[in-house]
């Protein structure tokens, strides 16, 4: 728990209170589904950049990602190259044609949506089986954020785990429920603003604490050289072929992740796109650098002031906080970690009520349902969702990466090939979209379960193989698309 931390409350009450205030704001702004899902497609390229980026990297990046360098050292630079090279892919090979594509198809706000009318899927199977699946990987996403935000509450005021969560959840919720989409990306406006600022400030604070860069390297190597190579893991044993692309392949999950392909659909024009790729790639390379400077200045202070040892080490930056800063500084940058609970939290609810209210609800039980009564639907998704969200995540030994790893392959894989190859090649079939999706998820999920050889690699490859190869194969072999599919195609690159 941190000492004084008078101050700490204070810091955290005044943010909470601007988080609902834009919150607020954005209610007053919310008038049907389209604003509440999708913001009216009204963002700028500020805050379309800094909202998919903090939406995306949420609580691991101040504590998974951190927690990883520090156990593991330079290694982690295959794991942030690959996010950052997936961060500029998604933006420039998807972003505008995503957005194009999802207005031409019946200005689809949900994912699952833009597919049903991409494909002309009368009977709604694709975009019901596509919100079943985003139900399902977003439980587990949202609960490493739920779990990130209970060691937050349990190492700042000293809490029981259990009560943590549950203040977490409810502070993630709040705003959220009221303000919809607006709401969530002004403040992931905010809050990216914020992690970033965090992620410089702190590991430059600590190394210089401990005597520079140069002492904090030698310390590294006193105790562990292996730490500062990122060809061999810990034990000195080359990391292998399995290793490197498993730790690079997070970055082809960017490709099917709803919360973040939604922001490229509320972009305000394509013009902006380009613009906002740059912003989200730097943000993206600075934070990651901060992140991983975090965890190795995390290992100098831990050798030099604890005797080498930390129980848990995804509380690294809080640990840093608490020792270099005073209580109220601190209150601000662990702030930090709350905004990237907070930021990518309310985007998975967000999402996952969408999917429910505009997916399940509205395509097979009130295909008539006014735009108030979905709004009202989505609002009490949120509640329900984040209740089961939280429940999955009362084991306190969750790890946040461990989470996120499995919901990012579910994803990535369902998701990732089915769109892309829907964006670029006219003569892909709804049975072709069904199937890549259905085989990149039942990949994921059994290739999780097994172990050894070729089954220690990361999940997402073979769900990513296995679905492209069952996208073309079915679509191959079944009927050509009709002639208004392609004339839809075509009007999509027109606009382009």
Not at 62 to 69: I, N, R, V
Not at 304 to 323: K, R
Not at 344 to 355: E, G, H, I, N, P
Request: with cysteine.
């Amino acid at each position: 728990m941190i000492e004084n931390n008078y101050a700490v409350y204070g810091t955290f009450v005044v943010y909470l209170i601007m988080m609902l205030a834009i919150g607020v704001i954005a209610y007053q702004r919310t008038a049907n589904s389209s604003d509440y899902f999708l913001g009216g497609r009204s963002l700028g390229p500020w805050p379309a950049a800094l909202s998919a980026g903090a939406s995306d990297m949420s609580g691991w990046l101040l504590l998974g990602l951190p927690g990883y360098a520090f156990g593991s050292g330079m290694e982690a630079i295959w794991l942030a190259g690959g996010l950052l090279l997936g961060t500029w892919g998604n933006w420039m090979f998807t972003a505008k044609r995503l957005r194009t594509y999802s207005i031409e198809a019946g200005d689809a706000l949900t994912l699952p949506e833009y597919f049903a009318n991409r494909f002309r899927d009368n009977s709604r199977l694709l975009q019901v089986i596509s919100a079943f699946f985003i139900l399902l990987f977003f439980l587990f996403y949202t609960s490493s954020g739920l779990v990130a935000g209970g060691k937050l509450f349990e190492t700042v005021f000293g809490l029981e785990y259990t009560t943590a969560l549950m203040i977490g959840t409810v502070c993630i919720v709040s705003y959220t429920l009221f303000g919809g989409f607006l709401a969530v990306s002004w403040t992931d406006l905010v809050q990216g603003l914020l992690m970033a600022a965090a992620l410089l400030i702190v590991p430059i604070a600590a190394i210089q604490a401990d005597g520079g860069f140069g002492t904090m390297w030698s310390a590294i190597e006193a105790k562990n050289p292996e730490l500062l190579t990122i060809f061999n893991n810990v034990n000195g044993e080359p990391l292998g072929f399995i290793a490197i692309v498993s730790l690079a392949a997070w970055g082809l999950g960017y490709f099917g992740q709803p919360h973040i392909l939604a922001r490229f659909a509320a972009c305000r024009s394509n013009d902006e796109i380009p613009t906002a790729r740059r912003i989200a790639v730097g943000w993206s390379g600075l934070s990651m650098i901060g992140a991983m400077l975090v965890g190795l200045a995390g290992m100098m202070f831990v050798e030099t002031q604890m005797g080498g040892q930390l129980e848990d080490g995804e509380t690294i930056f809080m640990l840093l906080v608490n020792a270099i800063f005073h209580p109220v500084i601190a209150g601000i940058l662990l702030a930090a970690i709350l905004a990237a609970i907070m930021s990518t939290a309310d985007s998975q609810l967000l999402v996952s009520s969408s999917a429910l209210a505009e997916d399940f609800y509205k395509q097979l039980l009130r295909k008539n349902a006014s735009q108030k009564e979905i709004v009202m639907v989505g609002r009490l998704a949120v509640i329900g969702l984040s209740i089961i969200a939280m429940v999955l995540a009362f084991d306190p030994d969750s790890t946040v990466l461990g989470l996120v790893s499995y919901a990012w392959a579910g994803f990535g894989a369902a998701f990732g090939p089915a769109l892309l190859i829907s964006l670029y090649w006219k003569n892909m079939t709804r049975n072709g979209a069904l199937a890549g999706i259905i085989v990149g998820a039942v990949t994921v999920v059994v290739w999780k379960q097994l172990s050894g050889g070729i089954y220690d690699m990361y999940e997402i490859v073979p769900g990513i193989i296995f679905a492209t190869i069952a996208i073309f194969a079915v679509s191959m072999m079944g009927r050509a698309p009709s002639k208004e599919i392609h004339e839809q195609h075509q009007r999509m690159l027109d606009k382009l």
